[in-house]
């Protein structure tokens, strides 16, 4: 089936408390929802969330846009939704990085292919190998009493993994906050920490020492996302396992990570290394060389975060949980119903496609600037 209409369309959804991060504040989530219209009027969704304005490559709501419209539309219309590797490699002539643009097409594609198949995202990835996937809730850099505070609020609710955002001016400071959450919720609850490329390599050592009797289950991205040699000597002198974000945002970063032997898991994005075919190659990539992997989150809506667990579901080496949170971070969702939550874990949609709907009226509730449409010549 061909790709004969496209829209894209802005969102402005605010969170329902400040999300603050070493590397910035969180107040809204700043989405571009994509939407492919295959000959039949069946239509696939994806979307490029941002947090914090911007993702760590430089790209934004904005020039996500002005790349869509310009760029990748005319590389998309006419396009069979099956031919999804033709697909990407007409993206990737169009225009050169850009990756959060172009992983919104590619999630829209899968998205259609998999509702013209009748069959869900999973099977074209390889099928399911788990039907359900432990969720993590981030805590934010605010002072301890307030996180400890919402640390007890989120395992009452059933929250299973709770992550400590680090990154403080007094960094000896956030290991005091990891060792005190652990206090409060005792042994069960997987709690982990969170740097966001704040420390050089000889703070992170100190801290990471410091937070030791924490038993944090990894530590992730301690330091500058550039800094390989630091993350190897980080992992070297801890007894923590590391794990890589910034630095992990290709397949060839798996790849470079494990040569430096620099983490023990990498958090994978579903719309940063380009498109969810990407995402998937990388969770091959980290399998292959014996890393865990974890679905890495950025307020995602209903369609990206749908897409990230069907990325977990048919990758073995996922087995970290994700960070998809994104309906429980924001005060309203654009999902017609919302992705179901079981015992700490998402459900894996079953439906065709992406197996989530999208809710038009809530979609125009938060739209900001004009709703854009192409169609094939």
């Not at 991060?21 to 989405?31: D, H, K, L, P």
């Not at 749908?306 to 654009?334: F, R, T, W």
Request: glycine share 10%; proline share 5%; charged share 25%.
């Amino acid at each position: 089936m061909r790709i004969v209409a496209a829209e894209i369309q802005s969102t402005r959804i605010p969170v329902v408390r400040l999300h603050q991060m070493a590397i910035g504040t969180t107040s809204f989530q700043e989405n571009v929802v994509v939407k492919l219209i295959g000959e039949d009027g069946t239509a696939g969704h994806g979307e490029a969330p941002h947090m914090v304005g911007h993702s760590q490559r430089g790209e934004t709501p904005a020039t996500v846009r002005a790349v869509l419209r310009h760029k990748l539309m005319p590389a998309t219309l006419g396009a069979d939704t099956l031919d999804r590797e033709a697909l990407s490699v007409a993206l990737g002539r169009a225009v050169p990085g850009n990756l959060r643009a172009k992983g919104a097409i590619v999630m829209a594609a899968y998205d259609l292919a998999g509702k013209e198949l009748g069959t869900p995202v999973y099977n074209l990835l390889g099928g399911r190998v788990r039907d359900r996937v432990p969720l993590s809730w981030s805590l934010p850099i605010v002072d301890e009493a307030a996180v400890v505070k919402e640390a007890h609020e989120m395992v009452e609710r059933g929250w299973r993994i709770l992550k400590v955002k680090i990154g403080r001016p007094e960094p000896l400071v956030d290991a005091d906050v990891v060792l005190a959450v652990r206090r409060a919720v005792g042994d069960e609850v997987d709690v982990r920490a969170d740097a966001n490329q704040a420390y050089d390599a000889k703070t992170a050592i100190r801290v990471i020492r410091r937070m030791e009797d924490a038993e944090p289950g990894f530590v992730e991205q301690p330091v500058h996302r550039e800094d390989l040699e630091g993350m190897a000597e980080v992992r070297a002198a801890v007894d923590v396992p590391i794990m890589a974000d910034e630095t992990a945002e290709t397949p060839s970063d798996v790849l470079a990570l494990a040569r430096h032997r620099a983490c023990d898991s990498v958090s994978i994005y579903i719309i940063g290394p380009g498109g969810i075919h990407q995402s998937r190659l990388m969770a091959q990539i980290a399998e292959t060389c014996r890393l865990r992997a974890y679905v890495g989150g950025a307020l995602e809506g209903p369609a990206g975060a749908a897409a990230g667990l069907h990325l977990a579901a048919a990758s073995p080496s996922i087995d970290l949980g994700c960070e998809l949170n994104g309906q429980y971070m924001l005060k309203d969702s654009v999902a017609a119903t919302p992705l179901t939550m079981q015992d700490g874990a998402l459900c894996v949609p079953c439906g065709p496609g992406l197996g989530v709907e999208l809710d038009e009226d809530k979609l125009a509730r938060y739209r900001e600037g004009d709703l854009e449409r192409f169609e094939a010549a």
